[in-house]
């Protein structure tokens, strides 16, 4: 018999631990968040869309610098620096789409940069990433603004 009330509490406990090691007590993780935002944004098949772009924190020349961005069928049209009040010079590749700020953010977290990620709560889309990096390589990235065109 005291073999049965030693080997019951034991086998309770091992059960216990094996179930709390498979849960996550924080929720879900950020990458699996990351991914429901984004199969949200894509569900949306949103092609024709601005939205305004800044950057801080990078040596860059627009850093701080609000850039509208124009997207036509899923490719930058236009970039406008509403700051300076003057078209953007340069490629049109330069300018992400709400697409390509995913790709960024993925492949941030994947390098161990990615230190914060918010989303548009209608839209799904990345509104602000903190990115982790020597000083000239790190800083935050806004989206804003978001809306849809004809």
Known sequence: ??????????????????VAACRDPAGPTASSTDAVHHARWDARHLTKYQYDYKLTGFFI??????IRVTVINGAVSSAFDVTAGQPMTGPLSTWPTIDALFDQAERASDAGLLR????????DYPTQ????GPPDASGTIFASGL????
């Open 1 to 18: 018999m005291r073999t049965r009330f030693v080997s019951t509490p034991l086998a309770l406990l091992s059960a216990a631990l094996l």
């Open 61 to 66: 020349a627009f850093a701080g610098h609000q």
């Open 129 to 132: 990433m903190d990115l982790a």
């Open 116 to 123: 914060a990620i918010h989303y548009d709560p209608t839209f």
């Open 147 to 150: 809306s849809l065109l004809p």
